[in-house]
């Protein structure tokens, strides 16, 4: 009797499937063996990454163009974050010298620049409680583009006097007064006559200055001490 013979037998389709969902597993090596699931074919030879992925953005143009977007959105942000100003520097105000003085003005600026109520007021008078609302309310009414022109006001060098220390502020050369600081607790801050009139007119040291040459004076002629 002839024996009968099975015929030949084509490749299992479960070959190369797992138990999970039967997904081909494709090695891609690019300077070591790396697995992904999915129904790709990889001929031979080295498939790199850069290749793969080069291969899915002609495939799938509409998907590649929003990843794309997302990704230059991300740098975009990325850049404006790491190029956005410095936080402003309170601890100045415990340097000792006419450098401290210096250094307390120039943050004062920053935080009237930045709008940032709680600094400005620690750094000028941090006794006093109410400040930060005040001053809250004072910042917030005015626009980012006003409020960056303090950097339009020059400051002189330090000067030792009787009660403390005082800059001297410019206007374009012109001369417009001095901030005068005195050391309370071992710190900087104010001369507290001179914070008593900025908190009454609701404006900032640097700020009282670009409303005068804006004219958008809130209490008459009120001006910055020459002395």
Excluded at 9 to 38: E, F, H, K, Y
Excluded at 153 to 179: C, F, H, M, N, R
């Amino acid at each position: 009797m002839l024996e009968e013979r099975e015929p030949p037998r084509g490749p299992d389709p479960r070959q190369g499937q797992d138990a999970r969902g039967g997904q081909n597993q494709v090695n891609i090596l690019s300077g070591g063996s790396t697995t992904i699931s999915g129904g790709s074919v990889v001929a031979g030879g080295d498939v790199t990454i850069i290749q793969k992925a080069r291969q899915w953005a002609f495939a799938n143009p509409l998907l590649a163009g929003g990843l794309a977007v997302v990704v230059l959105s991300g740098s975009i942000w990325t850049g404006v974050s790491l190029g956005s100003d410095p936080a402003v520097d309170v601890s100045v105000v415990e340097e000792p010298g006419l450098s401290g003085a210096l250094h307390t003005v120039e943050q004062t600026r920053l935080a009237e620049r930045l709008g940032d109520a709680a600094s400005w007021c620690h750094l000028v008078q941090p006794g006093d409680s109410t400040c930060e609302t005040t001053m809250n309310s004072a910042f917030a009414a005015k626009s980012q583009s006003y409020r960056d022109r303090v950097e339009e006001v020059g400051l002189g060098e330090p000067e030792k006097i009787d009660s403390g220390a005082q800059v001297a502020l410019s206007w374009q050369g012109s001369s417009q007064g001095t901030a005068r600081l005195v050391q309370a607790g071992g710190r900087w801050q104010l001369n507290t006559s001179d914070y008593g009139l900025l908190k009454l007119c609701g404006a900032g040291l640097f700020l009282s200055l670009v409303d005068a040459k804006s004219q958008e004076l809130k209490c008459g002629m009120f001006q910055l001490p020459t002395s």
